[in-house]
């Protein structure tokens, strides 16, 4: 049977400020710039879930996009979109919220719920030159 890896696309905005509590202000300027604005800033973030696994022969799917999609948003997209990282999502708290510790919070939110088929990677954009990229290592 062949295995297929499938993407569905998703789109937030959502509010941070990058900034270590352990660190003086000057080092938190100097390492993190205009993401650092203490008055808060945002971003129109772009999601890419990835999904790998047979495809069925009854479907001929990995699994059902729309099915995907729900499960995005009500374990991600929906707790996340016009909302501050800092203040509003739980599983960031505590957490600097760069993108890397944004796509490992939602991968570690999705991963579980994703079936069939397997959550093989996230891209996570948060403008339209940087991304970053997890695989659950
Ligand atoms: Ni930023």
Do not use: Q
Not at 30 to 41: A, I, M, S, T, V
Not at 86 to 94: A, E, I, Q, T
Not at 117 to 128: C, I, M, Y
């Amino acid at each position: 049977m062949p295995v297929v890896t499938v993407t569905r696309r998703l789109h937030f905005n959502a509010a941070h400020r990058v900034h270590n509590p352990a660190l003086s202000d000057e080092e938190n300027e100097h390492l993190f710039g205009k993401c650092n604005n203490p008055n808060w800033h945002g971003h129109n973030y772009i999601l890419d879930v990835s999904v790998r696994g047979p495809v069925d022969d009854r479907t001929g799917y990995v699994l059902d996009l729309a099915a995907l999609k729900r499960i995005a948003e009500e374990r991600a997209v929906d707790r996340i979109d016009h909302k501050n990282f800092n203040l509003d999502v739980p599983f960031m708290r505590g957490v600097i919220p760069t993108s890397e510790n944004i796509v490992v919070g939602i991968w570690r939110e999705l991963e579980p719920a994703i079936r069939p088929g397997k959550l093989v990677k996230l891209v996570l954009w948060e403008t339209p030159n940087n991304y970053v990229e997890y695989t659950g290592e």
